[in-house]
């Protein structure tokens, strides 16, 4: 490529008005949350119907948007490659998941997804050609919802898919490799969809905050500094069922009870220290009666902080209040880790681009660290990362239906894209 980063025809022609990339990026959002298991309420977990429609519209948006290769890789993996004005260059990734939590909002994952593709469009629609390929990746699984684990997308594209995965059941005792199969996906073919770090700038993910910070302090965008560490724990308590209407109160070993405890134990020692948050989204009595004092009981665990050693020191400390609820009450239990993920800085040069852009846009730079995990966490080990937080509405509330965003932030997040692949590009023009 010679002389400026953008190329061919239509690249001297005028950008689309203001508000128009951010209307498109709300269209998309509104139509893909059309793709729903629940009926009034969006959930879309790994290869369910809702899933595989998600990621054809995905797919068809991608070609419609001018990217010059589109596929669903063998792992569900939504990828869209924009090429570059000349032969042998390299890519910057760009992406986030399109699964969701059961009842969750329409922008946690996919903005990620969809700014950069209404970015591309405007580039394609320019006729203008980076120093470098962009490639936009929606994620299957992030949110790890229908098989308890995380990451199974991001995995996958950075070569460490845990094919033990595979064997793992969902709630109706249907494997991950049965369901992908049924799904049309190719369990036997996962390691194709890995990429190759050596032709990789890095991995940038823009994403909306899902808390309130931004919100508060009356900002649009923040450059994100480190992604939390998570350790997340699957409990089984064993205690002893009987009788709800004889078995008298002393003599019981009521598995729901130590459940209970465990739960209020969780809250109090993460309660009062900074960052630090504790949190049992999962409590059930697996086959549980009304007249019934519950034989078992499963509670999961999710202890996050910007330091391991405080995250950590709570989990040490869990364990042997669960030690002592078990034995005052004459239950067993069985703690399966699920998830360890340290936390995770981004890269300095990446992420001082994105308050770069933030400044061009008019907007003040600022930084904040990410409590939620992404995707960027399994990117990090592979290339440089970086992520750009964009304000939730609501209070900041996501994983829920009321997640929200505005159309003026939609369109600064696909404006701070494409801003950023400009820079990206002038610095490849350079190497
Ligand atoms: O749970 C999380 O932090 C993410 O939203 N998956
Ligand atoms: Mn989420
Ligand atoms: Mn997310």
Not at 217 to 242: D, F, K, P, Q
Not at 247 to 255: Q, Y
Not at 281 to 305: F, H, K, Y
Not at 376 to 393: D, E, K, N, S, T
Request: hydrophobic residues 40%; proline residues 4%.
């Amino acid at each position: 490529m010679s002389g400026g980063h953008a190329t061919g025809p239509g690249a001297q022609g005028a950008g689309t008005p203001p508000g128009e990339l951010g209307a498109r990026v709300m269209g998309w959002a509104d139509e893909l949350a059309g793709a729903t298991e629940t009926p009034g309420a969006l959930t879309v977990t790994f290869c369910s119907e809702a899933h595989a429609a998600a990621a054809g519209t995905l797919l068809g948006w991608m070609r419609d948007s001018g990217f010059d290769e589109a596929h669903i890789d063998p792992v569900g993996n939504v990828v869209g490659r924009y090429r570059a004005g000349r032969a042998g260059a390299r890519q910057l990734l760009t992406g986030s998941h399109y699964d969701t939590v059961r009842d969750g909002g329409r922008y946690d994952g996919r903005l990620g997804i969809l700014a950069p593709m209404a970015a591309v469009g405007e580039l394609s629609r320019r006729g203008e050609r980076l120093a470098h390929d962009v490639v936009v990746i929606g994620f299957s699984d992030e949110e790890g919802v229908r098989f308890g684990s995380t990451f199974l997308g991001s995995s996958a594209v950075v070569g460490r898919f845990d094919r033990r995965l595979l064997e793992r059941r969902d709630g109706s005792g249907v494997s991950m490799r049965e369901a992908m199969l049924a799904a049309g996906l190719s369990p036997e073919r996962i390691g194709e969809a890995a990429m190759s770090a050596t032709d990789t700038i890095g991995y940038v993910e823009i994403h909306i905050e899902q808390g309130p910070v931004l919100l508060e302090r009356r900002l649009a965008l923040g450059a994100v500094t480190a992604i939390n560490g998570a350790v997340r724990l699957m409990i089984e308590l064993h205690g002893e069922s009987g009788h709800a209407g004889t078995t008298p109160m002393p003599v019981r070993h009521d598995a729901a009870c130590a459940a209970a405890e465990l739960v209020l134990q969780v809250e109090a020692r993460c309660a009062g220290v900074p960052g630090l948050v504790g949190t049992c989204g999962i409590l059930e009595t697996p086959g549980g009666s009304v007249n019934v004092i519950p034989g078992r009981c499963r509670v999961s665990v999710d202890v996050r902080a910007p330091d391991d050693a405080v995250r950590d020191a709570a989990l040490a400390d869990i364990r042997a209040g669960l030690e002592a609820i078990a034995a005052r009450r004459g239950v067993r239990f069985d703690v399966e880790r699920i998830l360890e993920a340290g936390a995770t800085a981004v890269d300095p040069a990446l992420k001082a681009l994105w308050l770069d852009v933030i400044r061009e846009l008019g907007q003040p730079p600022f930084e904040l660290a990410s409590g939620a995990g992404h995707d960027a966490i399994c990117l990090a080990g592979f290339c440089p990362m970086a992520m750009l937080f964009v304000r939730c509405g609501n209070g900041g509330v996501s994983h829920s239906p009321d997640e929200t965003m505005t159309a003026e932030d939609a369109d600064l997040a696909a404006r701070a894209f494409l801003a950023y692949v400009r820079h990206t590009s002038r610095r490849e023009e350079g190497r």
